[in-house]
C-alpha cells in the first residue's frame, strides 16, 4: 500500500520543526556560555581601569565606575616613581627576544624543513619534548649557570633565556610553516647556482613573512608578562621590569598603592592591545598557517 502524500509532508515538517528547535536552543545555548564568558573576562578589565582613575590609593576606593575620577594616578606613576626605567628595561629585553627569536626559528624552522641531515628525526623529538615543560621548571639550572657565568642582574641575560624557553616551540611552528611553502621554488634556484643561504635570504625568508610577523609579535609581548624569571634572575632596582615594579608598588609593608598599580598595568596594556588590533590579520593568517602541518 503506497502512502499518502499528506501524511509524508506532515512527517517532514514535523522532523524538520524539531530540528529547528533543537538548533535555536543549541544557539541560545552557545550565546548564553559566550555571554558569561564576556562578562567574566571584561569585568576584571573594566575595574582596573575604573580603579586607575579612582581617588585615594587602597584597595576600598577602587570601582569599576569612580565617582571622583581623576589622572593623578597616572601623574604619581611617571613622576613618583620608576614606572619609565621599568618600560625601559622591558622594552630592551622585549626587542632583543623578539630580534632573537624571529632570527633563530626562521633558520632552525627553515634547516629541520629543507635539509636532510644525520640525526634529525632525533633532534626534532627532543625539541618536541622540550617544549612539553614550563620554562620555570629550569629556573635553578639557569640561575647556576648565570652565577657561574657573571649573567645574574644582567637584562641581557634574561633576554637569552627568554629567547632558549620559546625556541623549541618557535622551531615547530616555522618548520610547519616552511613544509607548506613549494620547494620547486629551492630547487629552480638551486639549478641557477644560487647557494643555500641565497635560496633562504631571497625566496624562503620573503614567502615566511606571515609566520614571522606572528612570532615577532608574541615573542615581543611574553617578556612584558613574565614574572618568575625576571624574579630570580635581577637583583638590583635599576635593573627591574615593570612586572616586578608593579608587583613591589603592591606588596611593599609601608607602601600598598592600588590604584596607581592598576594605571601601571592599563599604561602597559594599552600599547600591546593597539599592537594586538593593528596586526590582528597577520597574528589569524600566522597561527592558522603555522597549524597546517607540524
Not at 581623576?70 to 619609565?84: I, P
Not at 612539553?132 to 621548571?137: H, I, R
Not at 620559546?166 to 647557494?195: C, F, I, Q, R, V
Not at 600599547?271 to 598557517?289: D, F, K, N, S
Amino acid at each position: 500500500m503506497s502512502a499518502i502524500p499528506g501524511t509524508n509532508r506532515t512527517r517532514r515538517g514535523s522532523v524538520e520543526g524539531r530540528q529547528r528547535m533543537r538548533d535555536g536552543a543549541t544557539s541560545a545555548v552557545m550565546h548564553l556560555i559566550l555571554a558569561v564568558v564576556a562578562v567574566i573576562v571584561i569585568y576584571p578589565l573594566v575595574w582596573v581601569v575604573g580603579s586607575s582613575f579612582g581617588p585615594g590609593g587602597g584597595l576600598a576606593n577602587a570601582t569599576p565606575i569612580p565617582e571622583n575620577a581623576t589622572f593623578d594616578n597616572y601623574v604619581h606613576l611617571f613622576t613618583q616613581t620608576n614606572y619609565g626605567r621599568w618600560y625601559l628595561n622591558s622594552l630592551y629585553v622585549a626587542t632583543i627576544n623578539m630580534v632573537g627569536s624571529v632570527a633563530l626559528s626562521a633558520l632552525c624552522g627553515w634547516v629541520f624543513a629543507r635539509i636532510r641531515f644525520r640525526g634529525r628525526k632525533a633532534s626534532m623529538l627532543g625539541i618536541l619534548i622540550l617544549q612539553m615543560f614550563p620554562s620555570f621548571l629550569t629556573a635553578i639550572a639557569v640561575y647556576m649557570l648565570f652565577l657561574n657565568f657573571g649573567l645574574l642582574d644582567s637584562l641581557t641575560g634574561l633576554a637569552l633565556v627568554s629567547i632558549a624557553a620559546a625556541l623549541p616551540y618557535n622551531t615547530w611552528l616555522m618548520k610547519g610553516y616552511t613544509d607548506n611553502l613549494p620547494a620547486s621554488l629551492d630547487e629552480a634556484a638551486a639549478l641557477d647556482g644560487a647557494g643555500r643561504l641565497t635560496i633562504f635570504r631571497k625566496i624562503v625568508l620573503p614567502l615566511m613573512r606571515p609566520m614571522l610577523t606572528f612570532v615577532a609579535i608574541t615573542s615581543f609581548t611574553a617578556p612584558w608578562m613574565d614574572f618568575i624569571l625576571p624574579r630570580l634572575l635581577l637583583q638590583s632596582s635599576d635593573k627591574q621590569t615593570v612586572a616586578l615594579g608593579l608587583f613591589q608598588m603592591i606588596t611593599d609593608q609601608y607602601s600598598n598603592d592600588f590604584t596607581t598599580f592598576a594605571a601601571g598595568a592599563v599604561a602597559l596594556a594599552l600599547p600591546i592591545t593597539i599592537l594586538y588590533i593593528v596586526l590582528q590579520r597577520h597574528l589569524v593568517t600566522g597561527a592558522m598557517a603555522g597549524a597546517e602541518k607540524g
